[in-house]
């Protein structure tokens, strides 16, 4: 086919969308998978039986590391736990951890008096399903809550729940610029065209 002469109309039939078009879907697909229902704008304390019952939840997953426990500490503050036994009037939990570490996972668990699962592989939906099926509800009616987007809001979305994101849990003096992996998919999700403004 001749080469058309430039500042001509090529007038070759158009075979595929527009670049921009195609861009737009991409980052529709991906915005929705990546954007959280509730963005809380806080830790995972504001969570209160208000919300939930707000919200039409009876079940709540939580994820485990710098979400209810930073990571370099070993145990929940009493702050934390009387705020767990606080949520577990209104709604059913389970700790659901991508930690490999599993005693960590089972000790925390255990002091928290919850059902767990370790070496969860999320945004891996296998074994975050055995959490839902044995808390046997619809799954738009359990929330996934965690500090992280491509693994908390990612698995959480895949599988229909309510995602909500938390601010991580850190240890006095950190900051959450000391976190490089999470900073770098709040950039990335920002850069797909979601907004991560906590809503009024
Ligand atoms: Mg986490």
């Known amino acids: 086919m001749p080469k058309p002469q430039r500042g001509a109309i090529d007038p070759s039939p158009v075979q595929c969308q527009p670049r921009s078009t195609v861009q737009r879907e ?65 709604a059913d939990i389970w700790l659901v951890s991508n930690n490999l570490n599993e005693p960590r996972i089972q000790r925390i668990a255990a002091f928290l008096s919850v059902p767990y699962i370790s070496g969860a592989g999320k945004p891996s939906r296998r074994k975050l399903r055995q959490a839902i099926a044995a808390m046997n509800l619809p799954v738009n009616q359990i929330a996934m809550v965690g500090d992280r987007l491509f693994t908390d809001v990612l698995v959480g979305n895949r599988l229909g729940m309510f995602t909500i994101l938390v601010e991580p849990m850190l240890i006095p003096g950190e900051s959450v610029k000391d976190h490089p992996i999470r900073t770098l998919e709040v950039w990335l999700t920002q850069l797909l065209g979601i907004t991560l403004q906590t809503r009024p």
């Open 26 to 90: 991409y980052n529709m697909t991906w915005g929705k998978l990546l954007q959280p229902d509730l963005i809380l704008g806080e830790t995972v304390i504001g969570i209160t039986p208000d919300l939930i019952q707000q919200q039409g939840l009876r079940g709540i997953v939580l994820d485990v590391d710098e979400t209810l426990v930073p990571l370099r500490l070993a145990e929940t503050t009493p702050e934390v736990c009387a705020w767990l036994e606080q949520l577990k009037l209104s």
